[in-house]
Nanobody
């Protein structure tokens, strides 16, 4: 089970950190990622990383601004979001996949947390 938190309302240029706690046994291999979705649009890949290795992948739109990280001891995935833009406004979801490499495709993730709303205002 995945539980995401940390969303909120911020102004453009500010930062937020999202967290996603994974409860229960985490299998190996395991990939965790962040996706986001706005009404009327498909769920969009943001970032993903291996739970064991330091392999990461980012969407071009967030490279250099967002950083995905994990704390294995706390079973927690993070998404540090800096220099937020209006277009980052969305519901953010964390997801887990038993496929061994980070994937940008939502259907390859079998576990999903509830979303957390991120709203960036001007």
């Amino acid at each position: 089970q995945l539980q995401a938190s940390g969303g909120g309302l911020v102004q453009a240029g500010e930062s937020l950190r999202l967290s996603c706690v994974a409860s229960g046994h985490i299998p190996n291999p395991w990939i965790m990622g962040w996706f986001r979705q706005v009404p009327g649009k498909e769920r969009e890949f943001v970032a993903a990383m291996s739970w064991i290795f330091d392999t990461t992948q980012y969407a071009d739109s967030v490279k250099g601004r967002f950083t995905i990280s994990r704390d294995n001891a706390k079973n927690t995935l993070y998404l540090q979001m800096n220099s937020l833009k209006l277009e980052d406004t969305a519901v953010y979801y964390c997801a887990g996949s038993a496929i061994g490499v980070p994937s940008t495709t939502p259907y390859q993730y079998g576990s999903w947390g509830q979303g957390t709303q991120v709203t960036v205002s001007s």
